[in-house]
């Protein structure tokens, strides 16, 4: 086996490189173990507790400008500080470890938008710092990299300290096709090609060739340096990536990302493929997962057996999807008490069974003679930890979006109503005919919306203020800037606006009495903002007596317990 010494980790460290990885092993298919705690005894881990892997790889797919998730509840999937804290302090894992990325990396949408583009910008900045603090050795990059052009490209990349690889493109945007690293006594090698296409089309100034061909000649390059350990990186078509590493069956790992991204929607992971003897593993995209591969190197041989059972991929990945929504739903029912407690009890044992389908699936022993690899994905979640620095880089930047957006969006004015259209006026006006509604609605958690972005220097951030304030840049309503009257999430947050109504409350069909449900999961309270909502359930936290139930209705527990 191939071990860092303490110099070696150092002169990494000193390299931009991952320094060696400090904490536990995370084995099998699990997205949980890494953080709702170790594999249970039982578990595949049991069988590798004495050996240490050679290498640790964590792939990231698709991060695509995810700094971090909605503030909305707590422990969202993702965080760019969460996943550091994993990578800084996963020890007695593996002698030694890198990060490399597929897909789109630094911004959220394919194409500027002008009026964020100083803010995504900036985040972009903070994001590729953050990677160079990981130590991420390699990026292939997807379309909505040159969003901000070619330089911009360049820089950030330079930022990261590591190779942006993309072989199969003209001009080659790094200057390299492929990377070549001692990593812990371990030779590895990184080759990456990528499809950036929007709508059939390139980027500007951009000329793609054959991804197959150009990945053929940078491994033959990455041969030719005696590279021990080959990680390809494809910015590729599911399909496409899958045709590589069947002609490339020398690869270790590919690790595959999409060509394009756009919008914050969040995407399931794909399950791990082992296509001959090439692991091919695709995480979710802005960082709700990562992948990560330990390679187990003995005598020598760097051609590794499965050490994790691929071929239980698809039903471990069912099972952990079954198990993540039940827990998701139960930390919900478990506040409620109008659930009965042996109903409680009854999901419980649901959950402890799935727990243990998932562990007799992932009972794969590893093999007791030649290399092999484990493979697990892992979502990142608050239970990581957060590092110190990476979490005072992201409120740095927070507070510096603020001021500039502050500045730079003062005065905006939102559209004005067009003629017989109704703008808004702000729950003061409401209150003065609705005094019931507006004690219920005081007790909300939607009053207090706006003061939970200032309290994280975010009311003035273009990704944020749009779902904490009332009739965000609709006619008559709310800017980022101009929004006095109209901070949190007000009564026409969901009545719609009432000016006409205040001004002839008599007459009928100015205002929606009767919201549809629907409303909530299509404006705000939807993936990635907010996980397992359902409007059922949420309803009666914002309904209370002359306010959807009747006037001599006592006051729901929520109400009166003094928690919002």
Sequence with gaps: MVRASVGAVTQLRKGGLLPAALGFTLLGFSACNGCRGAPSPDGPAASAKQELASLRVVAISNLAGALEPCGCTKDQLGGVDHLAAFVAQTGGAAAASLVVSAGPTMFLDPTKDPKRATQDLWKAEAISASLEDMGLSAFTPGYNDWGFGDATLSSLAKETRAGLLAANLEPVIGGSKTVLRDIGGVRVGFLGVALPEMDGAPPSGVKATDPLAAARASFEELRRGGAQVLIGLAALPRGQALRLAEALPELSLLVVGKPVESGEGNDAPSAPALIGGVLVVQASNHLQTVAVVDFFVRGGDFH???????????AVTSVERRIHDLEVRLADWEKDPSIRPEDLAARRRDLDKLKGDKQRLLQHPAPKTGSFFRYSLLEVREKLGSDPKVHERMAAYYRRVNDYNRTAFAGRKPPAPQRGESGYTGIEVCSSCHEEERKVWDRTAHAGAYQSLAKQFKEYNLECVGCHVTGYEKPGGATVTVNESLR??????????GQAHAAAPDKKGLITRDPKPELCTTSCHHPPHVEGFEVARAKPLILGPGHG????????????????
């Design 304 to 314: 590794f057996q499965d050490g994790t059972g691929i071929e239980s991929a698809d």
């Design 549 to 564: 139930m009747p006037d001599d209705a006592p006051w729901p527990a929520w109400a009166t317990s003094g928690d919002r």
């Design 488 to 497: 949190d999430v007000q009564c026409e947050a969901c009545h719609g606006p």
